[in-house]
């Protein structure tokens, strides 16, 4: 036991530190005051002034539109390959060989060897530069650029298409060829194969002159000096605001990366989260120990909230007041599907204490939400249709909407700052939250939980479990549909969960499916029993429970529906067969565990409300006398028995629960089983009894209308 002890605590504070690990490595790296600001949006914090002495950029708009400015402008640089021209020639000479034309490859040769001499620049330079008047380029006098600079006149150097185009005039007006000759076929093609530029881009040279053109755009035109305002409240975020802001953050980020005070930080949002978490642990052990020694409920709500938080956090970093599209108003509603109220309240206020930290106006948020989440709180007291979750996200978004006019008049006085984009977050938020559903769904597939909503489907006589028990048992369906009203009727005020109640008590008996006739309610007349030994029936009575959590797992039910058939009999002696053993066998000691119920005996309130009302519906049906004193006794007597029996020593039932739960039964079964006014004859000699009797007469002798 010990050891179990100690695995449990380890795991619970496994789960702790685990969540409080997650949310600070997502929480953002930084020790001041998050903001949240648009491009031609007002500023909607306090004055913000420079820590620190602040460069003055230029806006993205500006800078790209100096920088187009440069580009336009800017003269390339080049250099000239003498290389190419070199190789070029020679390849021209070897192809024109081939093709015996000497007289026109002479020419052909020194009208190539003039273009190289002028210069044939790359078509995308010759583009570039084809723009100024006249064209010029730049070239550098080393290679690293290092030296003078000189700036050299373009207009005889042409481009490789453009080099052809001069080549062909050239040689179409000279001397004998002129008209003659034209340009083409294979000594045309040997041409073009060897134009190639001679004069390329300088990329180094290039590259540095246009960027220390653009230093003079990037560089900073003035400074923000420290304690100097960078912007007001209510400002709007021209381009250059919205640059120097960025500037801001950058440098105010850097220096808080390099500064080591901020650990102290850190460990102070450790500090904070832990507290907040041991305050919900705390709560679960003192006043929730069902829930708090349950691993798979302790992993479920630690997961959930901390992926909720995490959410939030994810929200506030990439969209404006995106912390308010979290509905945090699912938490208390899933909580309080799959727990109680006051766990689904406390989690919630967890839940948006933590997810402060992130908060812009931290007041504002955590007033927002957790009205918003009371009321989606109490708006649901049980989760039994679809519907339900549309009207708490109507009364999620009306109290939206009044949080955030209280907030604006409490802060402003006035409300020239409202703003309906706030209205139009909260109410995709609301819709966000209508789909709560599906989330539940989700967590039921997951962590094996059983939401009302199940419960209600699952109540439904037409599903086919219960219509085949309504069909093959139909006694044991009657007692079922008995039970289940008696018992919802016990937790309802009790203040039990209502329908999970109604629902176990309608499968509770299943296992008599297998064998319906060996119960008393499903005979007619023939009893299976007789002819056969008091152990053998109580194994066909017992057989029921194992019977029952078979077909059960088979159907898929619920955990929660198949503890309800494990446990409504408890560890509980089949009494009638046990004692006719006993009287059978004075000189023998009869061997009780044969005819003990498996168990175990009821763990929940549910399961002991059902073991009652079970016991108490099926002894009342043998009552002869059902005056309000003769069901008292049988009340009495019967869960008296049970209780001195130990059968709910294991349950979380109280003292005033049973008197409350016998009240109940009390006045049920006198209603059920109430005595009926017995009807007087009519006397024959009353003059109403003579005239009743002509009009019958009358009416016979009439014609029948039908016949005709």
């Known amino acids: 036991m010990k050891r179990f002890i100690s695995k449990l605590n380890l795991t619970r504070l496994g789960l702790l530190l685990g969540a409080t690990a997650v949310i600070m490595l997502l929480l953002p790296k930084a020790d001041h005051q998050s903001y949240s600001y648009e491009l031609n949006q007002p500023w909607k914090y306090p004055l913000l002034t420079a820590d620190f002495d602040t460069p003055i950029l230029r806006d993205s708009t500006t800078a790209r539109q100096l920088r187009d400015s440069i580009d336009a402008n800017f003269i390339p640089f080049v250099k000239r390959d003498p290389e190419v021209a070199k190789s070029s020639l020679e390849r021209f000479v070897n192809a024109s060989r081939a ?4 007289t026109q490859a002479a020419i052909l040769e020194r009208l190539l060897r003039d273009a190289y001499s002028r210069g044939i620049l790359e078509s995308k330079v010759y583009d570039e530069v084809a723009r100024f008047h006249p064209m010029r380029v730049r070239i550098s006098g080393s290679e690293d650029g290092a030296s003078a600079v000189e700036t050299t006149d373009a207009s005889a150097m042409m481009s490789p298409a453009r080099a052809f185009e001069y080549i062909d005039s050239i040689y179409r007006s000279t ?22 530029p001679n004069v390329i881009t300088d990329s180094m040279a290039d590259s540095k002159f246009r960027n220390q053109e653009y230093l003079n755009v990037n560089g900073a035109t003035g400074v923000i000096k420290k304690g100097q305002r960078i912007v007001d409240r209510g400002e709007i975020i021209t381009p250059q605001i919205f640059t120097n802001l960025n500037t801001y953050m950058d440098m105010l980020k850097r220096t808080q990366e390099n500064d080591a005070s901020h650990t102290y930080f850190y460990v102070g949002q450790a500090l904070y989260i832990l507290i907040c978490f041991g305050g919900l642990y705390l709560f679960l052990s003192q006043y929730r120990w069902i829930f708090y020694r349950s691993i798979k409920k302790m992993t479920f709500l630690m997961i959930f909230i901390t992926l909720f938080i995490l959410f939030a956090i994810l929200m506030s970093e990439y969209f404006t007041n995106g912390i308010y599209l979290v509905p945090f108003a699912a938490v208390p509603l899933v909580i309080l599907i799959f727990f109680d109220s006051r766990t689904a309240i406390f989690s919630l206020l967890v839940t948006v204490m933590i997810s402060a930290i992130n908060a812009v106006f931290q007041f504002q948020f955590i007033f927002i939400e957790l009205v918003v989440g009371m009321v989606g709180a109490f708006s649901i007291h049980q989760l039994t249709q679809r519907s339900q ?10 109290a939206y909407c009044v949080a955030y006019i209280v907030i604006k008049l409490l802060n402003e006085g006035d409300l020239t700052t409202f703003s309906w ?36 489907e699952l109540s439904d006589i037409n599903t086919p479990l219960l219509r085949r028990l309504a069909e093959e048992a139909p ?35 299943i296992g008599k499916l297998e064998s319906p006739i060996f119960f008393t309610e499903n005979q007619h007349g023939v009893n ?12 066909k009575i017992i057989s029921h429970v194992t019977g029952g959590l078979q077909i059960a797992a088979k159907a898929k039910l619920p955990q929660v529906i198949r503890d309800f058939i494990a446990e409504h009999h408890g560890k509980s002696v089949t009494r009638y067969f046990y004692n006719t053993a006993v009287n059978q066998n004075p000189d023998k000691v009869v061997d009780r565990s044969k005819f003990t119920y498996p168990g175990p005996n009821p763990r929940s309130k549910e399961t002991t409300i059902l073991m009652m009302a079970d016991s108490v519906e099926a002894a009342s049906r043998s009552l002869k006398d059902y005056s309000p004193e003769a069901i008292s006794a049988l009340v009495d007597k019967i869960i008296t028995a049970q209780e001195s029996d130990g059968l709910y020593k294991n349950s979380p039932i109280s003292f005033r629960d049973i008197e409350t739960i016998k009240e109940t039964f009390k006045k049920r079964l006198a209603t059920i089983y109430h005595s009926r ?32």
């Open 421 to 456: 984009r706030m209205i139009g977050i909260f109410a995709i938020n609301c819709v966000t939250l209508s789909f709560a559903y599906i989330l539940n769904l989700i967590i039921e597939k997951v962590f094996g939980f059983t939401s009302t909503v199940t419960l209600v």
């Open 99 to 102: 093709l015996n034309e000497p």
């Open 528 to 539: 299976p029993h007789t002819g056969l030994n008091p152990e053998t029936s109580a194994q």
């Open 389 to 398: 979750l549309l009207r708490t996200a109507l009364l999620c978004f009306i």
């Open 175 to 196: 001397g004998a060829f002129a008209q003659q000759h034209p340009l083409e076929g294979e000594m045309a093609k040997a041409l073009n194969i060897c134009l190639s």
């Open 677 to 708: 006014v017995v009807y007087p004859e009519m006397n024959k000699n009353t003059a109403t009894a003579v005239a009743e009797e002509r009009s019958h007469e009358v009416e016979e002798k009439k014609p029948d209308d039908s016949a005709k």
């Open 475 to 509: 006694g044991t369906f009657q007692h079922s549909m008995q039970v289940s009203t008696l018992a919802s009727e016990a937790a309802r005020a009790i203040g039990a969960n209502t329908q999970l109640v109604r629902t176990g008590a309608l499968y509770h008996d």
